[in-house]
């Protein structure tokens, strides 16, 4: 059985998020994924959850580090108020050319300063719902002032699941060590990556943390190809390997094209895009690549699919929301099925 959340997409806005969330609660989706990419994700997250009154919401995930933890902190900690408990805070880093030409903000040491940024946001946590006093010192941040004026105090359901954007094998370690679950990227989810790359170094954190994997989530975020017929399928295919292609040409996703021994194609992808080629990436993509990272088959096979693939490594998975809302019954059968 999964937790099945909905994806979002990046370029929907402020003005069709609650419509959007509303439908996928309709569907019999657990939760919503929103990102944080074209428009604010905390902003988008607050709109979902105002729409809606079962639907989990998460971030997925937030770029933290041009955002200070207390700022994030105090949104987050209203939002759970506000949705009675179904709020959850997807973080990760982004890439370096983005945290510091399009933010302008500090990359220094991602993944200590990951770590330290959500054991932050614990100890700010901590302090909201006890009112002791704030005190966590790290190399990166520091917060040892919070007066009571500015302690929103305590609330109903204090525990705000913390999930981890994570890639590469430290930032993998670290989340297992210090988060409350990790959100795969779309790159890494091919069910021989996870259980021989992912899971051991996840298994890694969770010793250096003192944790047990039944406390630990990993929300598989895959790419999958379905629709209603053959048709739908074999499109929904094609937009699959053009992502595929755009999300291979930066090289911190390279590492899973390695487990297959294409690590040639992510230099080809590459070079393309040098050479402002980028209509032709998906012609790099072959077909037994979509093979490994794309599950495909109409609403009455995906679910059959996805449990065939996924039996056993994941406890929560995202499924794509279809493009016309006339096959949200023959989604919402498959999701069922998913969670059953």
Not at 133 to 146: I, K, Q, S, V, W
Not at 226 to 242: P, S, Y
Request: charged share 20%; net charge negative; aromatic share 8%.
């Amino acid at each position: 059985m999964f937790r099945v959340y909905a994806t979002t997409p990046e370029t929907m806005g402020p003005g069709a998020i609650g419509a959007h969330a509303a439908r996928a609660e309709a569907m019999g989706f657990d939760g919503l994924q929103v990102p944080d990419a074209v428009h604010d994700g905390l902003l988008l997250a607050a709109m979902a959850l105002h729409a809606t009154r079962t639907l989990v919401v998460g971030t997925a995930v937030l770029v933290a580090f041009p955002r200070s933890p207390m700022t994030v902190a105090v949104a987050a900690w209203d939002l759970q108020q506000m949705s009675a408990g179904r709020f959850e805070l997807g973080l990760g880093t982004q890439i370096k050319q983005n945290i510091e030409e399009r933010y302008s903000a500090r990359w220094v040491a991602p993944v200590a300063q990951l770590r330290e940024y959500l054991q932050s946001l614990q100890a700010i946590f901590h302090s909201f719902q006890s009112g002791e006093p704030l005190c966590f010192e790290g190399e990166h941040y520091c917060f040892t002032r919070l007066q009571p004026f500015f302690n929103p105090g305590p609330i109903a359901h204090p525990h705000i699941p913390l999930l981890g954007g994570a890639v590469g094998p430290a930032m993998t370690r670290m989340v297992g060590r210090v988060a409350d679950g990790i959100i795969t990227h779309p790159t890494n989810t091919p069910p021989a990556y996870i259980r021989e790359v992912c899971l051991p170094r996840l298994q890694g954190g969770l010793e250096q943390g003192g944790r047990a994997a039944a406390d630990f989530r990993l929300m598989l975020g895959p790419l999958i190809a379905t629709g209603r017929d053959e048709q739908a399928v074999a499109e929904a295919w094609e937009r699959q390997r053009r992502l595929l292609g755009f999300l291979y040409s930066t090289p911190a996703y390279w590492p899973s094209l390695e487990l297959f021994g294409w690590q040639d194609k992510g230099q080809q992808l590459l070079d393309l895009t040098r050479e402002g080629r980028w209509p032709d990436l998906g012609n790099i993509v072959t077909d037994t690549m979509l093979e490994q990272f794309v599950p495909r088959g109409s609403y009455a096979e995906i679910a059959d699919v996805l449990r065939a693939r996924y039996a056993g490594l994941a406890h929560s998975i995202t499924f794509p929301m279809p493009e016309d809302p006339a096959d949200d019954t023959l989604a919402a059968t498959a999701i069922a099925r998913l969670r059953s």
